[in-house]
């Protein structure tokens, strides 16, 4: 905008240049830019296995919170309420769903209170999880879980107004198939269907094998499909920062000036410290580099 308005009254050589440069070194107008366009999707390790590496979250529906758990592979939903947000009440959940389904290598959660604390790491570490928090204010990098709440809340709006409970609402996602090429998630975890109201014949209840491979390049698809059409265009505004490198990072609405302090093993996700001194992780989206 500043580049035009300077044409339409006057015009010298190198003058577009030039206000670009006025305009990036201008404090405020760093402070007050735009925030960065979508970042491309990337694609994820697939599990070779159920319950290899799940994915957790809590939300609020009618006012009750739920805890939701979901197997990356199979795609099965474990929705139970919570008595309390503690971590301590979350940890009594976690674990029995671990009893259940068995005890996965990575549970992948927000950095929400009960997972990002001490408690439920020491829980984590006892069970030998590796327990992996997404960036603050970036949800797609917990997209599986964040999806599934989406569908599990549509379910529960309809089924409860049908005077259906919170079972019966997840009987019906576990028993509905991933996609045309992928069968459901009682199927993937559990090999067979799930008998309920649906007149089911007697052979379709036997217990049936879905060779892994043949999962794992469903997934594949999916996740190419995912990659192909969804996030924005790659540009400089996603390259690789490292120590020390001054940028500004996406605070409050305000592009505010620091320095990279750490580079976090999670994909595009840094450490920034600020220049009074906060510190906050931010996913490379919400950085700039100064």
Known sequence: KCVLRARSAVYWPGCEDQIRNVVASCPTCQ???????????????????????????IFLHDGVNYLLVVDAYSKWPTCVPLRTLSSSSVIAEVERIFSDFGTPEIIKSDNGSQF???????????????????????????????????????????????????????????????SSDLPSPSVLLQGRHLRGKLPYLHNRLVPQFVPAPFVREQLQRRQASACFYGGGRPDVRGSALIVGQHVRVFISGLWLPGWIETVCPEPDSYVVRLRDGRVFRRTRRDINID
């Open 31 to 57: 402070a007050h830019r735009h925030r960065n366009p979508a970042t491309p999707v990337r694609p994820v390790p697939l599990p070779v296995h159920p319950f290899q590496w799940v994915s957790a979250d």
């Open 116 to 178: 990002d604390c001490a408690e439920f790491r020491a829980f984590c570490d006892s069970r030998n999880v590796r327990s992996v928090t997404s960036s603050p204010t970036y949800a797609q990098s917990n997209g599986l879980v964040e999806r599934h709440i989406q569908t599990v809340k549509m379910t529960l709006v309809k089924m409860f107004e049908g005077g259906r409970s919170l079972w019966e609402s997840l009987a019906a996602i576990r028993s509905t198939p991933i």
